[in-house]
């Protein structure tokens, strides 16, 4: 059986932006905000299949014939949503991890508990599962999760890289690959979903001990 040729990545998230000539003045792009904020509440409550135009119409407080002048299909409608958010949380990773002090063990404790923090939110990690989802069949979805995952892994591997310079720079993308799955994969039983009562009482604290047991020389421990 032939292997299917890989697509290449793209470098940037899509465009959050409106269709184009549209949202230029203040209260259109609060109009868009709204649209996008009703959008990923019935997102997170209904899923992508219960995602429909006048039901974020609805949401919104806005008619059909105004939404589909910002977002004229449903797909326009989740491509904005996904880069919005996508990108605000990348943002959010790159502050954690370069804000959290000048010494790299802080940053890692502060960024932990910034993730962990942000795992406690049903509709995140709802998101999330919705988006890992749509990923599996729609390359818009995959393509940008590509690049948030490669920007967190980035700031990941920046990381490793002050705290264990021994390690080749193949070895840390690696590792930080490996610790962006394990953290993503965490906050299925996190999340308050479905899957939370298979959580284990005292997991954060496990986290962190193995986490700095795997990552900190015993000198920073």
């Given at each position: 059986?032939?292997?299917?040729?890989?697509?290449?990545?793209?470098?940037?998230?899509?465009?959050?932006?409106?269709?184009?000539?549209?949202?230029?003045?203040?209260?259109?792009?609060?109009?868009?905000?709204?649209?996008?904020?009703?959008?990923?509440?019935?997102?997170?409550?209904?899923?992508?299949?219960?995602?429909?135009?006048?039901?974020?119409?609805?949401?919104?407080?806005?008619?059909?014939?105004?939404?589909?002048?910002?977002?004229?299909?449903?797909?326009?409608?989740v491509r904005a949503l996904l880069a919005r958010y996508?990108?605000?949380?990348?943002?959010?990773?790159?502050?954690?991890?370069?804000?959290?002090?000048?010494?790299?063990?802080?940053?890692?404790?502060?960024?932990?508990?910034?993730?962990?923090?942000?795992?406690?939110?049903?509709?995140?990690?709802?998101?999330?599962?919705?988006?890992?989802?749509?990923?599996?069949?729609?390359?818009?979805?995959?393509?940008?999760?590509?690049?948030?995952?490669?920007?967190?892994?980035?700031?990941?591997?920046?990381?490793?890289?002050?705290?264990?310079?021994?390690?080749?720079?193949?070895?840390?993308?690696?590792?930080?690959?490996?610790?962006?799955?394990?953290?993503?994969?965490?906050?299925?039983?996190?999340?308050?979903?479905?899957?939370?009562?298979?959580?284990?009482?005292?997991?954060?604290?496990?986290?962190?001990?193995?986490?700095?047991?795997?990552?900190?020389?015993?000198?920073?421990?």
């Amino acid at each position: 059986m032939p292997r299917r040729a890989s697509r290449k990545a793209p470098a940037t998230l899509p465009s959050a932006s409106p269709r184009e000539g549209t949202a230029v003045h203040a209260k259109g792009t609060e109009r868009v905000g709204s649209i996008l904020d009703a959008a990923m509440d019935v997102l997170v409550q209904d899923g992508y299949a219960g995602l429909s135009l006048r039901g974020v119409a609805q949401r919104a407080g806005v008619s059909l014939g105004n939404l589909q002048y910002y977002f004229p299909t449903k797909q326009d409608v989740v491509r904005a949503l996904l880069a919005r958010y996508l990108e605000q949380a990348l943002k959010r990773v790159r502050e954690r991890v370069e804000g959290g002090g000048r010494e790299p063990v802080q940053r890692l404790r502060k960024a932990l508990d910034a993730i962990l923090e942000d795992q406690d939110s049903p509709q995140a990690c709802q998101l999330f599962a919705e988006l890992w989802a749509l990923a599996a069949r729609d390359a818009m979805v995959a393509d940008a999760l590509a690049v948030f995952y490669a920007g967190y892994r980035a700031g990941v591997a920046e990381l490793l890289r002050e705290l264990s310079p021994e390690l080749t720079p193949a070895r840390r993308e690696r590792r930080a690959a490996l610790l962006v799955a394990f953290l993503e994969g965490l906050s299925l039983f996190r999340g308050g979903g479905n899957l939370r009562a298979a959580s284990v009482p005292g997991l954060e604290q496990e986290l962190r001990v193995l986490l700095e047991q795997v990552l900190l020389p015993p000198a920073a421990t």
